[in-house]
């Protein structure tokens, strides 16, 4: 098996090196192997999972389901935001091991009419969902989080949240007013 330098691992993803570094530092991303010297090595199904080729096939013969990462923010004016929520994505489901897609969108979270969002549940209620994968409860939808879980759970998709921190009622308004 082959392997890439950080060099050439960041290149393939179109980030750079530092970026990777901090991956590997925070846990987001760990090297397939470290050599000699602390070097970090990583291979060519890292790159395809997080640039999510690696996709299940949907065919006669299997049955698989997906697992999906879903990113949003509020307003255009945050798709630097959105940018970087999808990175993090990526490399948490690469790192482990998901073979994913990513659906994003922008609306307000108290927006139940959003494009991606209507999207996934109707995939999720098409039984065709392993696992939602986001950052932050809150990116799913602002109220309603509990309800759209055990739905998704009825329909055995587990939502799986990164950063399990929570906000104070005080942020959480301000988050509210903001959208």
């Known amino acids: 098996m082959g392997y890439l330098s950080i060099g050439e691992f960041a290149e393939a993803i179109g980030k750079t090196t530092q970026t990777i570094r901090n991956w590997d530092n925070t846990g987001y991303l760990k090297p397939a192997k470290i050599g000699k010297g ?4 990583y291979t060519q199904q890292q790159v395809d999972n997080y640039l999510g080729k690696n996709k299940h096939l949907n065919n006669d013969f ?3 389901r997906k697992i999906i990462g879903y990113c949003r923010v ?22 482990h091991g998901y073979q994913f897609e990513i659906i ?20 999720v209620l098409d039984n065709q969902v392993e696992k939602v994968v986001i950052m932050y409860k809150d990116r799913l939808v602002r109220f309603g989080f509990d309800m759209l879980k055990n739905i998704f759970n009825h329909f055995n ?23």
């Open 38 to 41: 602390g070097h970090r090595y």
């Open 62 to 64: 299997t049955n698989s």
């Open 74 to 95: 509020s307003t255009s004016k945050q798709k630097e935001n959105l940018e970087r929520q999808k990175d993090c994505v990526r490399a948490y489901c690469a790192a």
């Open 104 to 123: 994003e969108d922008i609306g307000s979270g108290i927006n139940y009419n959003k494009t991606g969002l209507n999207a996934l549940i109707k995939m």
């Open 157 to 179: 998709t587990e939502i799986e949240i990164i950063d399990q921190t929570e906000k104070s009622e005080q942020e959480e308004l301000i988050d509210d007013v903001e959208e």
